[in-house]
């Protein structure tokens, strides 16, 4: 995975290096886009290799990591148009990082989720037992809605179903399970909050990074359940403040202290040696007293 500054390798898997350069909210299109690979000793993996360059200018390399060893502080440098280099660290590891983190889990912390921020509502023009069509949902991208929610307003029935998939050209939503067939009932619907998951999740593995940790060493992620939960709220109610005191900057400071005092006082099973084996002292670490064995 990689969100530019947070790459990790599944140990002898092939992964795609991907990398850009922004210059006023822009990315720039380069000439020439080199990379190289080192391993945490500076042993070369792949010197000054050419990079792809897409029309968009993201620019990709693959490499193959078969046979390297998972440790930590791998490096890779971006030289573009010879420019200054750019470095990033990573890590191949062993096993990955798994978010465990559902909507349901959002829903039974804070019934806000539920309860309001719907990102369309309006009435059907037609439909089927499992498809709900409105034109002006053409202003809307394909799959935009997948994974999402949509409220069915059926006599004085609320029915709520899970998107499977929208089409854009007919402003078509598809959903599951099927209901009676669509005519011209009111909805509202959004899409799914699972890419603000796995940002609040990826906001975490670096925060355990900023510390010298790892958060994929946590052998049972569910101990990281509660963190990704509160950072994910701590994003969700940060945009919406107006005021220091208004009732979303109230909820984001309540959330970002529930987070602080979380994650300083959570007691973990972490996997210090990488060896897939937890010893006595490998339990019930505290963040503080986490240490590394090499």
């Keep these: 995975m990689i969100k530019n500054n947070l790459i990790e390798v599944e140990k002898d898997s092939t ?11 822009t990315v720039d299109i380069p000439s020439t886009a080199k990379i190289s690979i080192y391993e945490p000793d500076g042993t070369a993996i792949a010197t000054d290799q050419n990079m792809s360059i897409a029309a968009d200018g993201i620019c990709t390399y693959a490499q193959s990591f078969s046979g390297y060893d998972s440790d930590r502080n791998y490096w890779v440098k971006y030289v573009l148009d010879s420019g200054t280099p750019v470095v990033r660290f990573f890590d191949i590891y062993k096993y990955p990082f798994v978010n465990n983190v559902t909507e349901s889990d959002l829903l039974s912390e804070n019934k806000v989720i539920k309860e309001g921020v719907f990102d369309e509502s309006g009435t059907a023009e037609s439909g089927t037992v499992n498809t709900l069509v409105d ?8 799959d935009v809605f997948n994974g999402g929610v949509i409220e069915i307003y059926q006599n004085d029935d609320i029915i ?10 007919t402003g078509t939503v598809t959903f599951s399970p099927n209901t009676t067939a669509i005519t011209t009932e009111k909805y509202a619907l959004r899409g799914s909050y699972q890419e603000d998951l796995d940002t609040a999740a990826e906001q975490v593995q670096l925060d355990f990074k900023a510390i010298t940790k790892r958060a994929y060493l946590v052998i049972d992620h569910y101990q990281l359940k509660w963190l990704i939960i509160y950072k994910f709220f701590e994003r969700f109610y940060s945009p919406l403040r107006k005021t220091d005191t208004d009732e979303y900057s109230i909820q984001y400071k309540n959330y970002a202290d529930k987070y602080n005092t979380a994650f300083q ?6 996997d210090e040696d990488e060896d897939e084996e937890i010893g006595t002292d490998e339990e019930n670490q505290k963040i503080g007293e986490i240490k590394f064995v090499r």
């Design 160 to 169: 709520e179903r899970k998107i499977t998939d929208f089409a854009s050209s």
């Design 135 to 142: 034109s002006k949902l053409k202003n809307y991208e394909d």
């Design 265 to 270: 006082s959570m007691n973990l099973t972490y």
């Design 15 to 25: 992964y795609t290096f991907t990398y850009w350069q922004e210059s006023n909210n």
